[in-house]
């Protein structure tokens, strides 16, 4: 289990006095601006980025520091690139925190790899894997973005309503489409449901015919897909409406995105997904927040959530009044959870206020972070239906 209350000291060696040069504080930003989940990070990183812009702006955060964002690629998929694009960050950008990664296997290797043996605080807005929760990270690695053993849950009771009982399932051979189709055909039996089939699929093949034969011969009329949006899942779902296998589609919160739609249409129309995310005040907030700050989307996937990873790394900083790596990874906890003051989007100059002076903040967010014992969110799930050409929220669990 992880031990989230290590003291700063212990890692004092490792860490040193202060990272930032002068006025600048730079804080890395890894994600998969390329590979299958590469039309959804652009927007990722500019939710973290007006995160950093706001507090800079403000001139509260340490008496006036910038904060400067340096940006890395973790392709999604490639542990080896991720790894190195992180050694960069962290040993020649010297980083104070990192936001990211995105993708559960790339997330891992960066932990286990980089961020914790050079004690370096990551808070991922989109890594879901349960295995995640129980890795030895000493403390330094957060997320705000809800565990897939809760999605999984959510999306068997989904189909539980829906009166729907057997599925053929696909998932993308990582730790992410194990982990999610491990927790959704726990829970779907447990609520009655029939798997017919269970397969992995590879990323990056020209034909998925052979892949989609073979779901559709196990005689389920639903199809979930638990891939990638720009990758494997967008075949498999096109090859599944081009053969006529499948024309009913349930999708988790990798599949979610505007490009899928692009890509396949209206025979998209009915598909039912489930993404992390809520209808809070602070979500409605923080919409307002990314209109005013000339973001090109305000509600994309897991934007709120990565806005949330940047503020509560700056937040940190202010609470421990100091840059080092380890006094930021002390704060976390603290300034995430009540008790304090509520601060939602748009309000990061008021909580570096209030933490300049003592006082205490409980950061809700874009996402309602409450973090667990293990520095995970428990998070809600907005139900999702294509509609008309569009992702509707149907409700949120």
């Given at each position: 289990?992880?031990?989230?209350?290590?003291?700063?000291t212990?890692?004092?060696?490792?860490?040193?006095?202060?990272?930032?040069?002068?006025?600048?504080?730079?804080?890395?930003?890894?994600?998969?601006?390329t590979?299958?989940?590469?039309?959804?990070?652009?927007?990722?990183a500019?939710?973290?980025?007006l995160?950093?812009?706001?507090?800079?702006?403000?001139k509260?955060l340490?008496?006036g520091?910038?904060?400067?964002?340096?940006?890395?690629?973790?392709?999604?998929t490639?542990?080896?690139?991720?790894?190195?694009?992180?050694?960069?960050?962290?040993?020649?950008?010297?980083?104070?925190g990192?936001?990211?990664?995105d993708?559960?296997g790339?997330?891992?290797?960066?932990?286990?790899?980089?961020?914790?043996?050079?004690g370096?605080?990551?808070?991922?807005?989109?890594?879901?894997s349960?295995a995640?929760?129980?890795?030895?990270?000493?403390?330094?690695?957060?997320?705000t973005?809800?565990?897939?053993?809760?999605q999984?849950?959510?999306?068997a009771?989904?189909?539980?309503?829906?009166g729907?009982?057997?599925?053929?399932?696909?998932?993308?051979?990582?730790?992410?489409?194990?982990?999610?189709?491990?927790?959704?055909?726990a829970?779907?039996k447990?609520?009655?449901?029939?798997?017919?089939?269970?397969a992995?699929?590879?990323?990056?093949?020209?034909?998925?015919?052979?892949?989609?034969?073979?779901?559709?011969?196990?005689?389920?009329?639903?199809?979930a897909?638990?891939g990638?949006?720009?990758?494997?899942?967008?075949?498999?779902?096109?090859?599944?409406?081009?053969t006529g296998a499948?024309?009913?589609?349930?999708?988790?919160d990798?599949?979610?995105?505007?490009?899928l739609?692009?890509?396949?249409?209206?025979?998209?129309?009915?598909?039912?997904?489930?993404?992390?995310?809520?209808?809070s005040?602070?979500?409605?907030?923080?919409?307002?927040?990314a209109?005013?700050?000339?973001?090109?989307?305000?509600?994309?996937?897991?934007?709120p959530e990565?806005y949330?990873?940047a503020?509560?790394m700056?937040?940190?900083?202010?609470?421990?009044?100091?840059?080092?790596?380890?006094?930021?990874?002390?704060?976390?906890?603290?300034?995430?959870?009540?008790?304090?003051?509520k601060?939602?989007?748009?309000?990061?100059?008021?909580?570096?206020d209030?933490?300049?002076?003592?006082?205490?903040?409980?950061?809700e967010?874009?996402?309602?972070?409450t973090?667990?014992?293990?520095?995970?969110?428990?998070?809600?799930?907005?139900?999702?239906?294509?509609?008309?050409g569009?992702?509707?929220?149907?409700?949120?669990?």
């Open positions: 289990m992880k031990k989230l209350l290590l003291a700063s212990m890692l004092a060696g490792l860490t040193g006095a202060a990272f930032a040069d002068g006025h600048e504080v730079k804080m890395g930003i890894i994600l998969g601006f590979g299958p989940i590469e039309s959804l990070t652009p927007d990722m500019a939710a973290a980025e995160a950093m812009k706001e507090a800079s702006d403000s509260k340490l008496d520091k910038v904060v400067v964002p340096v940006r890395g690629d973790s392709t999604c490639d542990s080896a690139a991720a790894t190195a694009a992180a050694e960069r960050l962290i040993t020649s950008d010297n980083v104070v990192i936001m990211g990664a993708c559960s790339v997330t891992t290797a960066i932990a286990n790899n980089v961020g914790v043996p050079n370096v605080t990551m808070v991922s807005p989109s890594a879901t349960p995640l929760t129980t890795i030895e990270d000493k403390g330094f690695f957060f997320r973005s809800p565990s897939d053993a809760r999984g849950q959510v999306l009771d989904i189909l539980k309503d829906k729907i009982s057997k599925v053929a399932v696909t998932y993308t051979n990582n730790d992410y489409g194990k982990g999610l189709a491990d927790s959704f055909a829970a779907f447990s609520n009655g449901g029939e798997i017919t089939i269970s992995a699929h590879e990323d990056g093949k020209a034909d998925y015919s052979a892949e989609v034969g073979a779901l559709a011969a196990a005689g389920a009329d639903h199809l897909v638990f990638y949006v720009d990758q494997g899942g967008k075949g498999i779902i096109q090859t599944s409406l081009d499948f024309e009913n589609f349930i999708l988790a990798g599949m979610i995105g505007d490009s739609i692009a890509a396949i249409g209206d025979d998209l129309n009915g598909t039912i997904g489930t993404l992390p995310g809520s209808e005040e602070g979500a409605a907030k923080f919409k307002e927040v209109t005013a700050g000339g973001l090109k989307k305000n509600d994309g996937p897991f934007m990565s949330d990873a503020a509560l700056i937040l940190a900083m202010q609470a421990a009044g100091s840059t080092d790596r380890a006094a930021i990874q002390s704060k976390i906890m603290e300034v995430a959870n009540a008790p304090g003051e601060i939602l989007p748009g309000e990061l100059g008021k909580a570096l209030i933490l300049k002076s003592g006082g205490a903040v409980d950061y967010g874009a996402s309602n972070v973090f667990s014992e293990v520095g995970e969110a428990a998070g809600s799930y907005k139900e999702l239906e294509v509609k008309a569009k992702f509707e929220t149907i409700k949120v669990r």
